[in-house]
């Protein structure tokens, strides 16, 4: 159900022909009120696709009202024309909805530099008005998938309200949201400014952490409605720490999906100066393709963590540092300890663990290994 | 010839039994004067192997009598016991020579983690010296391979003076001269501190520019040695540009035969505000698993060029990007331009041009593809 658990909103997600397939690729969310409150984070690439463009302008009076999303296609890096196909999406919602297209957020997912066929996503904006219903989550949340091989979806709830939410991507996941398109939705009554902090609380240390291949995407956009429809203004700290379970379930599912991995890999920096340097330490062995092929060969090469965490400029002492695999200590004090032989990596799930000794901060990132199907599959995608 | 094409050098490769082919792993390049001085550069890792905490204290002088280098093993994070083993084959080799310690440097390659066998080393420094010859080059260029599919030498000719080098690597190659051992001679007259800014210079454009997988090794050294027995003091410029033109061509002997790589990137990033900037956009492409796999299928998405672009802080329009690939601009004002079917990846070199339109510095990175090659070499390295 996700995003249409809470009460407040219609969803629904419909074949628009933009996917070659056939399958849904059209979503669309409403909030049906009474209240409008939002917030949303976009991705901090530089570079960002038509549909961020749109959407930036659209969240920053702290109102939305409907969020349509399509895959099949980024619309970035399309020019003026691609700008337009986004306005005119988000008009012809407005219109079927009876809304302002100043209250629609735009997402689009696919391949950048590909014109996005206007007339299909206009014709499958008034297919998706038709069937929008308070059990259309499912199918708003499969026709946003790309490359996933399962659609993701969660719920939290709270005494009287709820959070609900579904997500897309399976690469390309990388620090600020890299190609994601999230959209949650809570019939909590909670205003605009506290729903952006607890977003960006809940944000920083799920989505933000998640690091599949180290790539930023043009497109990501996590969009928080608020209905109100509970009538219920839960304590700010309660939801935030509900919104965070919920962000971070999401973004697990998104780990276990990331194309062509073997492995979910859990890194987590302990004993750090700051959270700051243990993240930094956590993404540069998640960069490392040399660890990440390592643990697809099941190969516990911490020689290779080591050399990632000498590229960063935390606080440690090189002569000082433990790194432990799966809980075995194959490295203290910078010299081998425990014999690596005895560390299983055959299972799906690894720890790594690295003891900077300098402070009592500490990170975990996520990421997965570096796989011959990680390779094909995007050595394939686009041709 | 290489290492031994200048006069004043012998050098030698033997087995010493740390690679368990019984293939040679224990290269000796030693200076027979008249001047000894040497400039070296170093890995940039925090995290540095054994040799290399031994080497930065020999160079310091701006005196290097002799180099001993080996592979089969890396002698990092071995603890004291292996800075002794480090210590113990730079003691061997100034006895043997007759030289001191504090004037050999030493390097190492391989597996972190595992101690080389001492006794082998030091055996393998008397098989060594037995067999110094004026002519024992292309020995030591082979001793130091890895996972080299060949061995890389070259020469630069001045007038009446020359340079020699041999380098090994194959992967891990990244900024600040990773995985990588090179040595340098010369038989021109040239002070240390001119061999320094000469040494630097060189690297600059060259080895550091060649980014194949973005790891960062720990044991990188190159050092530059000058025997003076020329004669000749030549121009500081002519030097530095025979140098420059020696180190490139090592850097393409090493690109072209990184691990599993199928094409060779050439990235040129122009008209930018500043080198800097340059670089740093070039490196950020390198740097993109997506777009390396995207080359490796004969894929020219240059969408994904972009969105590395987008990652970095260069100066530059996001609404106003050219790129081409080999030849043909696919993307002029950040929109759609040349069909990019036109683009004919199937030869190994490739070149990417980034146009910033920002100002008129420019800096070619070169990369490799991300291939299952790549994968498969890197997943069961060290199984």
Known sequence: MSVTTPAGFLASGVPAGLKS???????????????FDSATVFTSNRCKANPVLWSQEVVKDGIVKAVVLNSGGANCYTGAEGFQTTHAVAEKVAEKVGIG??????????????????????DGVEAAHAVLSAEGGADAATAIMTTDSVSKQAVVEGPGWSIGGMAKGAG???????????????????????????????????FDRLDSDGCQSTND??????????GITPPLEDFTAALTQL???LAMQLLKDAEGADHEIAITVVNAASEEDAVDVGRSIARSNLFKAAVFGNDPNWGRVLASVGTTQAAFDPADLDVAMNGVWVCRNSTPHE???????????VTVTVDLKSGDARATIWTNDLTHAYVHENSAYSS
Request: hydrophobic share 50%; charged share 15%; glycine share 6%.
């Open 247 to 249: 962000c971070t379930d």
């Open 221 to 230: 956009t996590v969009t928080l409605m608020a209905s109100g429809a509970s």
């Open 339 to 349: 014999d690596p032989a005895t560390v299983d990596l055959t299972g799906r799930e």
């Open 172 to 206: 390309m996941l990388a620090p600020a949201l890299a190609t994601m398109l999230v959209v949650i939705t809570t019939d909590a009554v909670v205003p605009a400014a506290d729903l952006d902090a607890a977003l960006r609380a809940a944000t920083r240390v799920s």
């Open 21 to 35: 397939t056939g399958a849904k690729d059209l979503a669309l969310v409403v909030n049906t009120g009474p209240t």
């Open 101 to 122: 297209a100043i209250d629609v957020v735009v997402c689009s997912t696919g391949l950048i530099g590909l014109a996005n066929p206007r007339q299909n996503l206009l």
